[in-house]
């Protein structure tokens, strides 16, 4: 079965930075556009990063230049590198792909961000 796991997040100060990790597995990695999503409490989840299969990377306007997306279809796993980190980053992180008819998401990373 589809499996995405999330790992990296953690509590960083305003400034520093984060990688995140979306290890994948139940499904052909190299073959499916993949996407990071974040979340806050009482927020609707927003799309912070796609990467296609061929590697073209698209950005929400909030963390471009900050952030970058990148994948390792060797490894089946999907990065986040996340620089220049602010207070309004701090939300939980998930990773996410449409296979076969429906939407998969791991169980997110927690990112705090203090000022």
């Known amino acids: 079965q589809v499996q995405l ?5 953690g509590l960083v100060q305003a400034g520093g930075s984060l990688r995140l990790s979306c290890a994948a597995s139940g ?3 190299s073959l499916r556009t993949m996407e990071w999503y974040r979340q806050a409490p009482g927020k609707q989840r927003e799309l912070v990063a796609r990467i296609t299969v061929v590697g073209y990377a698209n950005y929400a306007d909030s963390v471009k230049g900050r952030f970058t997306i990148s994948r390792d279809n060797i490894r089946s796993t999907m990065y986040l590198q996340m620089n220049t980190l602010k207070p309004g980053d701090t939300d939980v992180y998930y990773c996410s792909v449409f296979f ?3 939407t998969y998401w791991g169980q997110g990373t927690q990112v705090t961000v203090s000022s």
């Open 5 to 9: 796991v999330e790992s990296g997040g």
């Open 27 to 29: 499904f052909r990695f």
């Open 100 to 102: 076969g008819g429906s």
